[in-house]
């Protein structure tokens, strides 16, 4: 395709193949870091593009940085939000930022680090800091000496109908990282997208997390988006939920120090068959060899409460006829 003229010009993006990239390298990276996008061609320059506008990576650890700005700012996420955090019982009613003005000759009393931080911050520019309290803290350095300090605040409903306020680093795990996940959850009903999020599940129960992807592919539906995840919730490994070929596998190779990927398509399964206890039986490899370490006791004690009598689901490694 680069070859092809019609496609236009990628003779810098030839040039580099025939140079070649390190061994540890992508190609699409380097011509990323080594060319400009007029130099790469239409086709490259796409792709990269494509990557950099469609494609959003949510770490396990991760936060959502710019979380104050869109509540501040967005009033029909800060619904959304607030409508989601009410549904799903975390006790939070609504979420709102609380914006002071503060001189820079008091910074220093933020912590460690946050005088400079601003310093070296261009007028008109924000950045986020996190405080020492865990509060999330955006900073906006205005002209002269002039600081914005915003904090996130999540509301609680009292019994009688009070409004409670309280800091959103009080607020539980859980409710944090399903707050940062929202931003994703919100962005697919806009536009198309592909969000790749680590470790789902992470401080979340299961029956959030696995509420949270249902709302997701409802919301993926018609507009060209799509979630993939990583989890060790086995909850997951619901076919009312997900297809079989929409559930993949990870089997670490501990003697080629490599990991497998396979689909549960590639299995002939019968249609009553428990998923999420076949995988935890070994049945479609996988897991980890845990039980390899545990004392004979516990062995023996797990032999007990195996329940008796019970014959397996037929099950085949077999490629799964379509």
Known sequence: ?????????????????????????????????????????????????????????????????????????????????????????????????????VEESVLGGFGRGFEQLVKDLPAGETASFRGQDGSELIVEKGEGTKVRVRTIKSEHLSADGLRVTLPFSEESDGTQRLTHLLPALHAVCQKPGLFVIDEIDRSLHPLLAKGFVRTFLQACAGHGSQLIFTTHDTSFLDLELLRRDEIWFADKKQAEGTTELYSLAEYKVRTDLKIDKAYLQGRFEAVPPAETELPSWVLEILAELEPKGLTKPEISSEPAKS
């Open 1 to 101: 395709m680069l070859n092809d003229d019609t496609w236009g010009d990628h003779g810098k993006a030839l040039a580099l193949t025939k140079v070649g990239v390190l061994p540890n390298q992508l190609f699409l990276h380097a011509a990323a870091k080594s060319l400009r996008e007029q130099d790469q061609g239409p086709v490259l320059a796409g792709a990269l593009r494509w990557f950099t506008d469609r494609v959003t990576i949510i770490p396990a650890a991760s936060t959502f940085g710019a979380l104050a700005q869109l509540v501040a700012h967005d009033e029909k996420f800060t619904n959304f939000a607030g409508d989601f955090l009410r549904r799903v019982a975390t006790g939070v009613d609504r979420l709102r930022v609380d914006t002071s003005q």
